[in-house]
C-alpha cells in the first residue's frame, strides 16, 4: 500500500519537478527573446530611416530643379541620379573605411572597405549601418550640386561628386563620429556634439559648394556691368515646394533615425525637428517680408530647410523650446546669407550655401549653447574647434579639386551650351517636349 501511495506521490510530483528544472532557462530564454525583439527593431527603424533619408534625394532633385530654368532640368535630374548611384559605389569601396575604419590616429579609419568587416557568417549589423550611412554621405555630395547648377559640365560633376563621397565627406565624419563602429576621431575625443550632421553632413556639403560656386564663377547674365544683381527665376516654384516638403519629410528619418535604436528618445528628436523647421519657415518669410517688403516664397521655403539644418546638430540634446530659437534664428540666417552672397557675385542658384554652410554652423554651435545640461566654455570652444575644422578641410580641399579639374577635363561648359541649356548640349534631352522653354 504504501508503495502505490509513493509511486503516485512521485507522478503527481514530475510535472512540478519538471517545470522547476526549466525554470531557469525560460527565464533566461525569455531575456534573450526580448533582447531579440528589441534587436530586430533597432534593424527595422534604422532601415526605415534610410529610407526616408534616400528619399530626400528626391527632394533635393525637385527642389535644385524648380529653383533653377527649364532648360537645365534634366541635367539636375541626372545629377541627382548619379550622385546617388555614383556616390553609393564610391562609399562603399573606399568612403565607409575611411569613416568608419579602426584608426590609432583619430584621423582616418584604415579597415573595412570594400565592406570587408561583414561576412556571411558574421554579424549582420555592419550591412543596416553601411546602408543609413551611405544615404548620409549622398546628401553630402547632392548639396554641392544646387550651388553649382546651370554651368557645371556633366562629366566634371562625375568626377567631384565621387570624390565628396570617398574621400572629403568620410574623412571629416571619421573625426567626428568614427567610433559608432570601428573608429575613434579626434573631434568626438574632444567631446563634440553633432548628433546628426549639421557640420559633418551639411557643413561639409555647404563649404564645398561653395569652394565650386566661386571657382566656376557666375551664370551669364546673372550681374551687370555696373555689378548690379539681376534676378534668374526658377522656372517651378510649385516643384520646388513639393521637394521642401519631401525634405522636411524625409528628416524624420535623418534625425530621429540617427538614434539607430527604436525606443522611445525618439520622439523628443521629431518634435525638435519640426519645431525648428517651422520655425525656420517663418521667420525666413518674415525676414524676407520686412526686406523685400513682400513675403518671398523662395525664401520661405530656404527658412524651413534652414531650420532642419539648425536642428540637426543638437536634436538630441535641446528642448523643444530651445529647437524653436534655433530654428528661427536659421530662418533669418538664410535669408541675409543668401541676400549677402548675391552681393559678393557667388552665385548660387538654391543658395545651398547659405541653407547648409550657414546654418549648419549656426546649429553646429547652437547644439553646444542650449545643451540641456547647460553650456560651458569647454563645449563652446570644441563645438567651435569643429565649424572651424569643417570649414578648413572641405573647403580647402574641394577648392583645390575643383581647380584641378578645371586645369584637365574643364569644369565649366562653354558659353553657348550654357545659353542653349544643358540638357540638350550635354545629355541631348528635353525635359519638357512640346512646350516652349524660355532662355
Not at 574623412?171 to 573608429?183: D, E, M, T, Y
Not at 530621429?256 to 520622439?267: E, L, Q, V
Not at 550635354?426 to 532662355?439: P, W
Request: some cysteine.
Amino acid at each position: 500500500m504504501k508503495k502505490k501511495i509513493l509511486l503516485t506521490t512521485a507522478l503527481l510530483l514530475l510535472p512540478a519537478l519538471a517545470w522547476a528544472a526549466d525554470e531557469a532557462p525560460t527565464a533566461i530564454s525569455n531575456a534573450a527573446a526580448i533582447a531579440l525583439v528589441q534587436d530586430h527593431a533597432n534593424y527595422l527603424w534604422t532601415l526605415i530611416a534610410a529610407a526616408l533619408v534616400f528619399f530626400m534625394q528626391a527632394g533635393f532633385a525637385m527642389v535644385e530643379t524648380g529653383f533653377t530654368r527649364a532648360k537645365n532640368a534634366v541635367n539636375i535630374m541626372m545629377k541627382n541620379l548619379m550622385d546617388f548611384s555614383m556616390g553609393s559605389i564610391a562609399f562603399w569601396a573606399v568612403g565607409f573605411g575611411l569613416m568608419f575604419g579602426t584608426t590609432s590616429t583619430g584621423w582616418f579609419g584604415t579597415s573595412d572597405f570594400f565592406l570587408s568587416g561583414w561576412t556571411p557568417d558574421g554579424d549582420p549589423w555592419v550591412l543596416a549601418f553601411w546602408m543609413f550611412q551611405c544615404v548620409f554621405a549622398a546628401t553630402a555630395a547632392t548639396i554641392v550640386s544646387g550651388a553649382m547648377a546651370e554651368r557645371t559640365k556633366f562629366s566634371g560633376y562625375l568626377v567631384y561628386s565621387a570624390i565628396v563621397c570617398a574621400f572629403i565627406y568620410p574623412i571629416f565624419g571619421s573625426w567626428a563620429w568614427g567610433s559608432l563602429l570601428n573608429g575613434n576621431g579626434w573631434l568626438e575625443q574632444l567631446g563634440f556634439i553633432d548628433f546628426a550632421g549639421s557640420t559633418v553632413v551639411h557643413s561639409i556639403g555647404g563649404w564645398a559648394a561653395l569652394a565650386g560656386a566661386i571657382v566656376l564663377g557666375p551664370r551669364i547674365g546673372k550681374y551687370g556691368k555696373n555689378g548690379e544683381v539681376r534676378a534668374i527665376p526658377g522656372h517651378n516654384i510649385p516643384m520646388a515646394a513639393l521637394g521642401v516638403f519631401i525634405l522636411w519629410l524625409g528628416w524624420f528619418g535623418f534625425n530621429p533615425g540617427s538614434t539607430t535604436t527604436a525606443d522611445k528618445s525618439i520622439a523628443m528628436i521629431f518634435v525638435n525637428t519640426n519645431m525648428a523647421a517651422a520655425a525656420g519657415a517663418v521667420l525666413g518669410m518674415i525676414t524676407s517680408w520686412v526686406m523685400f517688403k513682400k513675403p518671398d516664397i523662395g525664401m520661405s521655403l530656404n527658412g524651413a530647410l534652414a531650420g532642419l539644418v539648425g536642428i540637426t546638430a543638437g536634436c538630441a540634446n535641446v528642448s523643444p523650446t530651445s529647437s524653436i530659437i534655433i530654428g528661427a534664428i536659421a530662418g533669418i540666417l538664410v535669408v541675409v546669407s543668401v541676400y549677402l552672397i548675391d552681393r559678393m557675385h557667388i552665385d548660387d542658384p538654391v543658395g545651398a550655401v547659405s541653407v547648409h554652410g550657414v546654418c549648419g554652423a549656426w546649429g553646429t554651435l547652437a547644439a553646444g549653447l542650449f545643451n540641456m545640461g547647460g553650456p560651458t566654455m569647454k563645449i563652446v570652444t570644441t563645438q567651435l574647434i569643429g565649424i572651424g575644422a569643417a570649414f578648413i578641410w572641405s573647403f580647402g580641399v574641394a577648392f583645390l579639386l575643383f581647380k584641378a579639374i578645371d586645369l584637365t577635363m574643364g569644369l565649366r561648359v562653354s558659353e553657348e551650351e550654357e545659353m542653349e541649356g544643358l540638357d540638350i548640349g550635354e545629355h541631348g534631352a528635353n525635359a519638357y517636349n512640346d512646350f516652349q522653354v524660355s532662355k
